[in-house]
């Protein structure tokens, strides 16, 4: 059974920084990527960031492009998202996903979920 925990989210002013941790446990995730979503009030689930267990390679929404960064620890399986720079648009509920497909920008493309950790921004 695979497992995604979130933690780290949190309130800040725009302007800060915030550290998400998805700590994932159940599988070998050599052959998987991971993914960050996020969903804010009444919007769709946007694509964030994703990485590659097996590689590395990262892959970033426009809009958080030179200030989010998406890393790995392959040691503690645990996937993190460095948010720089943030702005009351980034606040949202942040999803990390796991997949073992190819497909990295769509929510469909995602096989495991966690339960989610709120991001909020004020100005």
């Known amino acids: 059974q695979v497992q995604l925990v979130e933690s780290g989210g949190g309130l800040v002013q725009a302007g800060g920084s915030l550290r998400l941790s998805c700590a994932a446990s159940?599988?070998?995730?050599?052959?998987?990527?991971m993914g960050w979503f996020r969903q804010a009030p009444g919007k769709e689930r946007e694509f964030v960031a994703a990485?590659?267990?097996?590689?590395?390679?990262?892959y970033y929404a426009d809009s958080v492009k030179g200030r989010f960064t998406i890393s790995r620890d392959n040691a503690k399986i645990t996937v993190y998202l460095q948010m720089n720079s943030l702005k009351p648009e980034d606040t949202a509920v942040y999803y990390c996903?796991?997949?073992?497909?190819?497909?990295?920008?769509?929510?469909?493309?995602?096989?495991?979920w966690g339960q989610g950790t709120q991001v909020t921004v004020s100005s």
């Open positions: 159940g599988r070998t995730f050599s052959n998987y990527a």
């Open positions: 996903a796991a997949t073992r497909g190819m497909w990295l920008l769509a929510t469909s493309g995602y096989d495991y």
């Open positions: 990485i590659r267990w097996s590689n590395g390679n990262t």
